[in-house]
């Protein structure tokens, strides 16, 4: 095992920071769409509904498949592994945006627009951080689900340590494939608690500690 890492040093860490980048992103784009989503849907009762039944039903979607059914119209790539870990990674933060947007208490919302706060006002400086520590428990789930996810979309030949997850598997038996495969979901196990240290030291930053969760 150590003459396999060392032998291929620089791959695992090139492959590892893929990896991370492809999560991070997509996660981030997928927190920014969640919260917006949220804001729009969360006070009709319709919108949110739907909002919650699209995130129930999705997150029901076998990953695996779901990247097996892009390769048909989009090819081998980078750009199904994008879609497939953007679309995870958005659906608990939608739910946890909208749990956390509704359980904002309304008499709180209504001293804030009897002192003349306009809604962007109110919801940028009021609703949003009281809600900000259920959207981050949200995004700190959805990073955990797609880290791993991200290692399924190598079977599109997408960036990241799944490569030395399906080589190893389609080696099974064979010189250094148990290496392989214990080298891909070490290495997942580990960006994942990397990118969770991330999200609670950020949480540390943006959450005043009165409303911590």
């Not at 729009?40 to 509904?49: H, K, N, V």
Request: include cysteine; proline fraction near 5%; charged fraction near 10%.
């Amino acid at each position: 095992m150590t003459d396999f890492i060392a032998q291929r040093w620089n791959d695992i860490l090139f492959s590892s920071w893929q990896h991370f980048s492809l999560v991070v992103q997509c996660l981030t784009v997928a927190a920014v769409l969640g919260v917006l989503i949220a804001a729009l849907a969360y006070r009709r009762s319709s919108p949110r509904s739907a909002a919650d039944s699209i995130s129930a039903v999705g997150l029901t979607i076998p990953s695996f498949a779901f990247i097996g059914l892009l390769i048909a119209p989009l090819g081998f790539g980078v750009l199904p592994a994008v879609i497939v870990v953007g679309f995870y990674a958005l659906l608990p933060i939608l739910r946890n945006g909208i749990v956390g947007l509704s359980g904002v208490p309304r008499n709180t919302v209504e001293a804030a627009r009897g002192l003349g706060m306009g809604r962007l006002r109110l919801f940028f400086r009021i609703e949003l951080p009281l809600a900000w520590p259920v959207i981050l428990s949200g995004i700190r789930v959805s990073g955990q689900m797609v880290m791993g996810i991200a290692a399924v979309a190598a079977y599109a030949l997408g960036p990241g340590l799944g490569s030395f997850i399906f080589s190893g598997l389609s080696r099974l038996g064979g010189a250094n494939s148990l290496e392989s495969v214990v080298t891909g979901v070490v290495g997942v196990v580990l960006l994942a608690l990397i990118l969770d240290l991330l999200l609670v030291g950020l949480g540390r930053l943006t959450i005043p500690r009165g409303i911590r969760v």
